[in-house]
């Protein structure tokens, strides 16, 4: 676990020799983490760049489903996540509840994360197991912002959760209610 502990901790030199000492660039630890994920977790870019050339699995899943990308848009990790995206990650993966990348840059309401990810042909209307959309986190989180460009890219503004809920339902904020004005005016 010498990778995972200098991916971590940003150790680059360490990196490079364990590297070309042949270390397992996909070793999961107790949680599954990859040495990769720890990098992105981090934060950590030129670390997960070397990661990447040197072969890891850009896709790797922990325990809970998690991959490098995930944690990334997570955390908004905007350069990462386009370094992962440009070295072949499923912008559509799903974590063992069913959230995608997209469901954690809506989450954290990051705008560029989210639109890196759009661009990239991320679902926008994936469904978690309890039915959330991106667009019903980014309502239920106030993120202004990240709605508006979820509903410029098409994203179902009458999806329903497992609970019967529509996005506006969720939603707190009296300028993301207004964004759903017009729609719900013309479908009186």
């Given at each position: 676990?010498?990778?995972?502990?200098?991916?971590?901790?940003?150790?680059?030199?360490?990196?490079?020799?364990?590297?070309?000492?042949?270390?397992?660039?996909?070793?999961?630890?107790?949680?599954?983490?990859?040495?990769?994920?720890?990098?992105?977790?981090?934060?950590?870019?030129?670390?997960?760049?070397?990661?990447?050339?040197?072969?890891?699995?850009?896709?790797?899943?922990?325990?809970?489903?998690?991959?490098?990308?995930?944690?990334?848009?997570?955390?908004?990790?905007?350069?990462?996540?386009?370094?992962?995206?440009?070295?072949?990650?499923?912008?559509?993966?799903?974590?063992?509840?069913?959230?995608?990348?997209?469901?954690?840059?809506?989450?954290?309401?990051?705008?560029k994360v989210v639109q890196t990810l759009i661009a990239a042909d991320a679902d926008v209307d994936a469904k978690t197991s309890s039915g959330w959309t991106p667009l019903h986190f980014a309502c239920n989180y106030a993120r202004l912002k990240v709605a508006q460009t979820l509903i410029l890219s098409g994203a179902n503004r009458f999806a329903k959760n497992n609970d019967g809920k529509t996005p506006v339902e969720l939603a707190d904020d009296p300028e993301l209610h207004a964004l759903f004005a017009p729609v719900v005016k013309a479908a009186c």
């Open positions: 676990m010498a990778l995972h502990a200098a991916a971590k901790n940003g150790v680059f030199a360490e990196v490079r020799r364990l590297i070309a000492a042949g270390a397992d660039l996909n070793a999961h630890g107790s949680a599954g983490w990859t040495p990769l994920h720890e990098a992105c977790i981090e934060g950590h870019l030129e670390l997960a760049q070397a990661l990447i050339a040197a072969g890891a699995d850009v896709n790797a899943k922990s325990n809970a489903g998690w991959t490098p990308l995930h944690w990334a848009c997570s955390y908004g990790r905007l350069e990462t996540a386009q370094t992962l995206i440009a070295a072949g990650a499923d912008v559509n993966a799903k974590t063992n509840d069913g959230n995608t990348p997209l469901h954690w840059a809506c989450i954290r309401g990051n705008p």
